[in-house]
């Protein structure tokens, strides 16, 4: 595939140097920098390596918000990748206003938001993944707390913060934690929510690449439920480590997948499910 840009983290400063945002808003991530305090470590090459990847498709709407959110923590060694499937909307102008703090990014068409991650996922050298949707936002000083967790703890393979969902148009917001006691309660989750003690917020999901190379990455077959899929696979390998810190914003409105697709959403956690107990 054709990369464009560098993996350069040493130009990514305070917010004075990035270009004015095109929306007009305030507060986090539009006129605030994270300021987190360091994490006690003096050499910043000391900070675990964290790899994010943004899948995007015509997200003009929203996808500014999404990489503010990750280039402004300011986080002294993040690799940050974008993997556009060939936008026809703001998506790539806005993309290129950005991309001299942005590692990799690409625009061109894919399978689908599974493939995409796939992509940037082959390209990630961190020692902590993640993948942010381009409609998701992280909250200020999220890699700082994520970073200084897997410093402290080193068994953790799997980490799992809280979220925030954001209904647009409701304005209505509420707060889910990730947990999860055991693979079998997990199995159950296709059920969607009638299973207690069990959720994983996913833009608020953080792990070790060797776990996610272990595994074999997302499955390309899977288009609403891949990280369902994903959390499957993980829990026969090790435990989900959870935090109680909000780490990420996600968005509800009609045209997203979660609201919009729900019916197929349940046929492929189903599907999932079923192929998980079967395997």
């Known amino acids: 595939?054709?990369?464009?840009?560098?993996?350069?983290c040493s130009n990514r400063g305070s917010r004075r140097e990035f270009p004015k945002?095109?929306?007009?808003?305030?507060?986090?991530?539009w006129s605030e920098d994270s300021i987190k305090e360091p994490l006690s470590i003096s050499?910043?090459?000391?900070?675990?390596?964290?790899?994010?990847?943004?899948?995007?498709?015509?997200?003009?709407?929203?996808?500014?918000?999404?990489?503010?959110?990750?280039?402004?923590?300011?986080?002294?060694?993040l690799q940050y990748i974008i993997v556009d499937g060939g936008s026809s909307d703001s998506t790539i102008e806005i993309i290129k206003r950005y991309s001299p703090w942005i590692s990799y990014w690409i625009s061109e068409h894919d399978e689908g938001?599974?493939?995409a991650i796939n992509k940037g996922m082959i390209l990630a050298d961190g020692d902590i993944c993640a993948w942010l949707n381009s409609d998701d936002v992280l909250t200020k000083d999220a890699l700082y707390i994520v970073g200084k967790y897997f410093n402290i703890n080193s068994a953790c393979m799997w980490l799992g913060g809280s979220g925030q969902l954001s209904f647009i148009g409701s304005g209505k917001k509420g707060v889910m934690k990730s947990s999860l006691s055991n693979t079998s309660i997990l199995i159950d989750f296709w059920k969607f929510g009638?299973?207690?003690g069990c959720f994983l917020f996913q833009p608020?999901?953080?792990?070790?690449?060797?776990?996610?190379?272990?595994?074999?990455?997302l499955s390309e077959d899977y288009h609403f439920a891949m990280d369902y899929?994903?959390?499957?696979?993980?829990?026969?390998?090790?435990?989900?480590?959870s935090i109680s810190n909000i780490l990420s914003i996600a968005k509800r409105y009609d045209d997203c997948k979660t609201v919009g697709q729900r019916k197929a959403q349940c046929e492929e956690l189903m599907d999932c499910s079923y192929s998980f107990v079967r395997s």
């Open 1 to 8: 595939m054709n990369m464009i840009g560098t993996d350069n």
């Open 21 to 29: 945002p095109m929306q007009k808003n305030k507060g986090w991530p």
């Open 43 to 77: 050499d910043k090459k000391e900070y675990p390596r964290i790899s994010i990847v943004t899948p995007s498709f015509n997200q003009g709407e929203f996808i500014e918000e999404t990489i503010r959110s990750v280039l402004l923590q300011n986080y002294p060694n």
């Open 113 to 115: 938001q599974s493939d």
């Open 194 to 196: 009638k299973v207690d």
């Open 204 to 217: 608020s999901i953080f792990w070790k690449k060797s776990l996610w190379d272990k595994v074999g990455g």
């Open 229 to 241: 899929d994903l959390w499957l696979k993980f829990s026969e390998h090790t435990k989900l480590y």
